[in-house]
């Protein structure tokens, strides 16, 4: 057995090896074409991958927000939404589709394709990198963001951050939330502060950015949208990071867990 994790262990080491140099040339050029393609607009187009749980109050956070110009995609990863027939499904993409005309809901059968199902922790360090992927495909926007589905933004998170990236001539911004009841320090890649995926607004073009599937390989905390935000940095994404008054996303446990983030994806797992 411990011939088996380290040779294991090895095979992990060489692809993280490959995928450094490879994104280290790669990412750099497309970030170069990329920027041939920017927009002007402020459509943004809102990424929401699910696993099939009620995503109510980040659905009501996102049709409350004051800059109203966004599409919506709901990618479900690997679930129907709980519903036990297609038809069902069918029937909840309508509701959705009748109540907002830019919603868009997409269900998948990516999860478990890839990713190390045994262990919770690699679970949520390899996240819906599929479902990611996948919505990037259709996004439409100038603009890209992203919430999960049990997280709340403040009303004021698209107004806020259009006009913070446009003051800062940033393609990139973040910022500081409040994840149950603290406010967390932000990440640093390579000099620049970036804070929780949930609080990102990014230039439309950078969707040539894809999520890293191997990401979970790695010996750091390579959580999939700490390990995009890093490539990034090191590709020289013009990035900002801005502490408001309020935060623009709150995270909370949900109903029966006590935490969040990890501990509470692992909680979740065991009241399976």
């Known amino acids: 057995m411990g011939n088996r994790r380290k040779y294991k262990r090895l095979i992990d080491q060489f692809i993280v090896a490959c995928q450094w140099c490879w994104y280290g ?8 074409l990329a920027r041939k393609n920017k927009t002007d607009g402020d459509l943004v187009s809102i990424i929401m991958p699910t696993i099939g749980r009620d995503l109510t109050k980040a659905l009501e956070s996102v049709l409350a927000q004051t800059h109203k110009n966004w599409e919506l995609i709901i990618v479900g990863d690997g679930c129907w939404f709980a519903f036990e027939t297609a038809e069902k499904v069918i029937a909840f993409r309508e509701w959705l589709r009748g109540l907002d005309k830019r919603i868009t809901v997409i269900s998948t059968l990516f999860k478990k394709i890839h990713y190390p199902t045994n262990d919770p922790k690699y679970q949520w360090l390899a996240g819906p990198c599929r479902a990611i992927n996948y919505g990037l495909s259709r996004v439409r926007g100038d603009w890209i963001a992203r919430i999960d589905d049990d997280d709340v933004w403040d009303s004021r998170h698209l107004e806020r951050a259009l006009a913070a990236a446009r003051r800062s001539n940033a393609e990139f911004v973040s910022f500081s939330i409040d994840l149950n009841g603290q406010r967390p320090v932000p990440d640093a890649h390579y000099g620049r502060a970036v804070g929780a995926v949930q609080s990102w607004l990014y230039r439309g073009y950078l969707k040539c950015f894809k999520v890293n599937l191997h990401c979970w390989r790695k010996n750091w905390n390579a959580v999939n949208d700490v390990d995009l935000s890093r490539r990034m940095a090191r590709a020289g994404v013009r990035m900002s990071y801005h502490i408001d008054a309020f935060p623009h996303v709150t995270i909370r446990p949900r109903e029966g867990l ?7 994806w692992i909680q979740e797992c065991k009241g399976e």
């Open 25 to 32: 040339i790669a990412d750099k050029v497309r970030l170069c």
């Open 258 to 264: 006590t935490e969040v983030g990890i501990k509470g």
